[in-house]
């Protein structure tokens, strides 16, 4: 992993400590304040963490161009509830991105609901109601999908993983996804599959109408799986994830983070 993650009492003191270990010309990707528990507070101050890489990764100077398409992140209007789905094959990272989604949104101000849809996994509602308590956004049972959720200026649904090899699975997801009359779907997708597998799983999901695709687990791969994960992509990018914490650690594809990562996009769409 390239990535490494610094923390301190302060910005001054951590982007130190990232040139003492990188170098000057480190890459810093992400920096956030970090308050520490209201338990521990009276000895623990909380502070500052970073993440930063080495300028000489790989991943920021791709030897050869890769054509990868770019989507427009996920737009939200007051008055007019916008539902967006998950789709991807168990493991991907659906349950964490929609959390990663949820607090970003939140924190913005829009009204962010959840819909625990993966009625499939062990774990997998109980997983979404810690990140929804957590948030403090409500999560409804797949049920609610039939509702309107006027309350609600975003509705993020986690639907149940499924693969290519599962037409069963893929024919109950479809119906979910009728009842839900949904904005967008987000067919997410992690950069450890080779290029093969990720092009069959685009391929044979292809049914349930994805209009974009969500790539994860990038601080899990080298340079070269980056590349190798974006020449299989068919469906334009609309957002990366490159940690597993909550918040942070996801970008737009559009943004200065994912051009970082993945180098600058031949197109948009």
Known sequence: MLARRYEAPTLEEALA?????????ALVLYTRERPAPRWRRWWDPGGVEVIAMPCHAGRFDPPVAVRWRSAPPIRVRAGRPRRVAFIGPTGA???????????????????????????????????????????????????????????????LIDLPGVHPAMPDRIQAVGA????????????????????????????????????????THLDEVDAGQVR???????????????GPNVPGYIATARSRAAARWLGDPCSSA
Do not use: N
């Open 93 to 155: 990272g659906k349950t964490t991105t929609i959390a990663k989604l949820a607090c970003e949104f939140s924190l913005r101000g829009w009204r962010v609901h959840l819909v625990a849809g993966d009625t499939y996994r062990v774990g997998a509602p109980r997983q979404l109601q810690e990140y929804a308590r957590a948030l403090d956004v409500p999560v409804h049972p797949v049920s609610a999908l039939e509702e309107d959720l006027a309350s609600a200026d975003l509705v």
């Open 17 to 25: 400590l990232v040139r003492q270990d990188l170098g000057p010309d």
């Open 228 to 242: 190798s994960a974006l020449t299989a992509l068919r469906l334009p990018l609309s957002y990366i994830t490159y």
């Open 176 to 215: 979910m996804m009728e009842r839900a009359r949904l904005h967008e779907v987000h067919l997410v997708i992690s950069a450890t599959c080779a290029a093969p597998v990720l092009e069959a799983v685009q391929e044979g999901l292809a049914v349930l109408r994805p209009s974009r695709v969500v790539l």
